[in-house]
């Protein structure tokens, strides 16, 4: 690209264009400039599987949906009556309230900015009435705008795992220890201001709080039953969306009546598929852009450059902390996710970061980016919403970026944390929801080439013995299995005749030595 053009999109930038006009200008050149190649070079890639094909794609308005729908309706003020009654006898127990509330909500919103208006809008007087300062009560409800990005249905977690390539379902159990930690870590600062401050508790009262959970028992449920379809195996991401999406519209229009569905819905509708809309332009420009940073071999060029002062992981670690704050403020979290993710992917593979441990990182450091002065998102919206100086709101949010800051700390340095529930999911299962046959162990096997679609082969640990490959169903015939006892010899091959119906072979020369061939 041209230097002037370059000057130009980054002036119109700085003016305010959309980011989505700036990506697609930018994609088009970029391809342009390629040669025998057309401006519409980066539609190959918006209109493949990565983007347009992926039947992820329609968890994201589902979702969203969803979201609105609850914080449209008497759901806040519900699932604060819930909190209070639960955990209002605790030391800062209403801060720790405003916590739990604002996680719950941004699980479905993604951090959009409803949660402060529908939770903060809520408890901000209260918090004040209550006697809490008024930097902890903005820095608070500011904070929890995007507190539960980390817990599913997140759509963040969604779209970074289409982009990442990896298990959505595993990367919803990543993110649950963490997420656990991060919350955890601010109720404990909430908890020391309230007995510093000597606020103010409510006694616990059994008969009212089972009464306020059985008022929102149907919000309270569907956690549940979302989380309970999608590992019992009766729900697939897609279609625990949909289960999402109708679930929430009978509860609100129906059950409670809180939203009417001639009056609010349509308005409701087209306020959330507005969001959808505009995350879609985005995310489709934004494919376009970074299909051709791949295609340059951008990430390779990084990982060069970078080999000369990073040699460990935990450096490696460290320089990306820093790197996704500083995007986490300058760009909006959809956008960072569809530039971002596949640049740090393969360099994170050299340095051996396990795929959900990188996304969970991720996340987080973009969750702490959207409260980071000077230009977070969640500063503006606090600002706008509550009347405040964007100045006041950058002191306010300074301690809980701090606590947010060691929960990160935390969960980039114990690994663990964010990758055991994942290791509970059989490592050599097959993710046939994206429409790709990977083979998920710990990355991504193209198995394309075996058959076509939904082809699964079991590889548990092939160094071992008695490790068998199972070829029934699409595979070959019926409950075929093939003994591999002996595999660490040399020279074993493996007939799969079956699956092409031709003579192929699997040539499986010294499976633990070099040279390991599909044929």
């Not at 004040?128 to 904070?143: C, H, I, M, P």
């Not at 059950?255 to 995350?279: K, N, P, Q």
Request: hydrophobic residues 50%.
């Amino acid at each position: 690209m041209d230097t002037i053009w370059i000057l130009i999109l980054t002036a119109l930038a700085i003016l305010g264009a959309p980011l989505f006009a700036i990506f697609g200008a930018a994609a088009m050149l970029l391809f342009g400039a390629l040669p025998d190649t057309s401006i519409t070079g980066t539609a190959n890639d918006v209109f493949s599987e990565k983007f347009a094909d992926s039947p992820l794609l329609v968890t994201i308005p589902l979702f969203t949906f969803a979201g609105y729908l609850l914080a449209e309706s008497g759901t806040p003020h519900r699932l604060v009556k819930v909190s209070r009654a639960w955990l209002g006898w605790m030391p800062g127990g209403l801060a720790i309230v405003c916590l739990v509330a604002s996680a719950f909500f941004t699980t479905f919103t993604g951090g959009s900015g409803i949660t402060i208006v529908a939770i903060g809008g809520l408890l901000y007087p209260a918090l004040v009435a209550d006697k809490y300062k008024e930097n902890f009560s903005l820095g608070l409800v500011t904070t929890g705008g995007s507190l539960g990005l980390l817990f599913p249905p997140s759509v963040p977690m969604i779209i970074y795992g289409v982009v990442a390539g990896i298990m959505i379902e595993k990367l919803f159990l990543a993110g649950l220890i963490p997420g656990i930690v991060t919350v955890a870590a601010l109720a404990i600062y909430s908890s020391a201001t309230g007995i510093k401050h000597k606020m103010p508790r409510t006694r616990f009262n059994a008969r009212e709080a089972f009464t306020t959970l059985w008022e929102a028992k149907w919000e309270a449920l569907l956690p549940i039953a979302l989380l309970g379809g999608m590992y019992s195996g009766l729900l697939r991401i897609h279609e625990a969306a949909a289960f999402t999406a109708i679930y929430t519209l009978i509860i609100e229009v129906w059950i409670y009546r809180d939203v009417s569905f001639r009056g609010d819905l349509s308005r409701i509708i087209r306020e959330s598929m507005t969001l959808v809309g505009a995350i879609l332009a985005i995310l489709a420009t934004a494919i376009g852009f970074t299909a051709f940073l791949i295609q340059a071999r951008v990430p390779m060029m990084i990982l060069d450059a970078m080999e000369g002062f990073i040699t460990s992981q935990l450096m490696f670690l460290i320089a990306l902390n820093f790197f996704l704050i500083g995007v986490g403020m300058l760009m909006d979290i959809f956008s960072a996710i569809v530039v971002v993710v596949p640049l740090i992917v393969p360099i994170a593979m050299r340095f051996g970061v396990d795929p959900y441990h990188l996304g969970i990182v991720f996340l987080l450091n973009l969750e702490i980016g959207y409260m980071t002065p000077p230009v977070g998102l969640n500063l503006f919206i606090s600002s706008f919403r509550f009347n405040k100086p964007i100045t006041q709101l950058y002191r306010s949010v300074l301690p809980f970026i701090g606590l947010l800051g060691l929960a990160l700390i935390i969960v980039t340095y114990i690994p663990s944390l964010s990758t055991w529930l994942p290791s509970l999911v059989e490592s050599s299962e097959v993710n046939l929801d994206s429409g790709d046959d990977d083979m998920d162990m710990d990355g991504d096997y193209d198995l394309d080439s075996l058959e076509g679609d939904d082809d699964t082969l079991d590889l548990d640990a092939l160094e071992g013995d008695d490790e068998e490959v199972d070829l029934g169903g699409s595979l070959g015939g019926d409950d075929e299995e093939l003994d591999l006892d002996s595999l660490e010899g040399d020279d074993e091959e493996l007939d799969l005749d079956s699956l092409e119906g031709g003579d192929e072979e699997l040539e499986l020369d010294t499976l633990e030595g070099d040279e390991e061939e599909l044929e």
